[in-house]
């Protein structure tokens, strides 16, 4: 009787553990030159990721996992051309990828995270992508007025496909693939809504990398905005204008303005020419102001101490740092402008740092 109860535990571990087993091959459409490839999770640090050889073309992956979760392959970082995304779940998948297009042309079998992630995107190129398509071909070919027509068009298609997905994530809280919509839209996103999304998904995902780092990013844009974190001054910004805001502590004095990310390379980049220029200029009259977007505490006020950086600064929310590109209107960091005695904005798009025309804009300005 003993023997009979070990044995059958003994198969329900093996089938247990099989469950959380996969297998993942690969190979490529068209011949490449690189001898090794690289697994890793989607939002994960590359130092975490599975590489192998790949031998004639093809490779293989072994491991477990026990939710399905979106990883990425790719060569090396410093080979890199290209990354093709898929879902990794228990059983067998297969990918044979496009070493021209690993992202559009590469094609993944195996698993219904993986046929969701096709029928979702093929439903999602025929109702949005082929209609952009259409439309950005006609552009290049109209004038005038059209163009701005065929634009807005554009835009409104868009717009129309992000609420489809939204839809999506809506509707199907228990899914691996909403989740990684919900990721992909993170910086498009209130707060709060994020807050009320993450806490309806499924608790079988919570486990996922995916999940933990929105979720973490999430409660630290909650308590920068519950918090109202900056260093020069107790100035809250809520339902203000952040600039105006930042005009009245400074009364007549030139504002000049870096909008910047922790993550952002060029942005670190332009910070020892920040404090050259701070040397040259009358800070009687000008006042440099720093305000992070989309970051952390903690790398905030590191980078800040690293780097020495002098002037204001300021650390916003995500829905802050939204609002506040929207007004000014940018998308991308770093950006500057110029703001004068008055409070007005002078100059949308001032030179960085480390352009000599920056000096000649601020001499002039503040005279």
């Known amino acids: 009787m003993k023997q009979l109860i070990i044995l059958i535990l003994a198969i329900f571990l093996l089938s247990f553990k099989s469950n959380e087993e996969f297998v993942l091959t690969g190979n490529f459409s068209k011949a490449q030159s690189e001898n090794w490839i690289y697994l890793v999770k989607f939002k994960d640090h590359f130092k975490n990721a599975d590489s192998t050889r790949i031998i004639n073309g093809k490779f293989k992956f072994e491991g477990k996992i026990e939710t399905p979760e979106v ?9 890199m051309t290209g990354a093709a995304l898929l879902f990794i779940e228990p059983g067998n998948i297969n990918i044979t990828i496009d070493p021209d297009d690993w992202q559009n042309n590469s094609k993944v079998s195996g698993g219904k995270a993986n046929e969701e992630y096709t029928e979702f995107e093929r439903i999602r190129f025929e109702k949005y992508v082929k209609k952009i398509w259409e439309i950005d071909s006609v552009i290049n070919k109209s004038k005038g007025e059209q163009v701005k027509i065929l634009s807005d068009s554009i835009r409104s298609i868009i717009n129309q496909s992000k609420q489809f997905e939204y839809m999506y994530i809506k509707n199907n809280p228990d899914s691996p693939l909403s989740l990684f919509l919900l990721a992909n839209n993170e910086n498009n996103l209130t707060i709060d809504y994020m807050e009320k999304t993450l806490k309806g998904m499924s608790s079988k995902l919570h486990n996922t990398l995916i999940y933990k780092n929105l979720l973490e990013n999430n409660n630290e844009q909650i308590k920068i905005r519950e918090n109202n974190i900056n260093i020069n001054s107790n100035l809250v910004f809520k339902d203000k204008s952040i600039i105006k805001e930042i005009a009245k502590i400074n009364p007549n004095k030139i504002l000049y303005i870096d909008f910047w990310a922790v993550w952002c390379g060029p942005c670190l ?4 020419y920040s404090n050259d220029v701070l040397k040259k200029i009358d800070t009687q009259k ?18 800040i101490k690293e780097q020495k950086l002098q002037g204001q600064h300021y650390l916003l929310d995500s829905d802050q740092s939204k609002s506040l590109m929207s007004e000014i209107g940018f998308n991308t960091v770093p950006h500057y402008i110029v703001v004068n005695k008055q409070g007005e904005i002078i100059d949308f798009d001032a030179p960085a740092p480390s352009d000599s025309k920056l000096m000649k804009i601020i001499n002039q300005t503040s005279e």
């Open 286 to 303: 000008v006042q440099f102001v720093n305000i992070c977007l989309y970051s952390k505490v903690e790398d905030w006020k590191s980078i």
């Open 71 to 79: 990883y990425v392959l790719h060569y090396s970082r410093e080979r």
């Open 269 to 272: 980049r332009e910070f020892s």
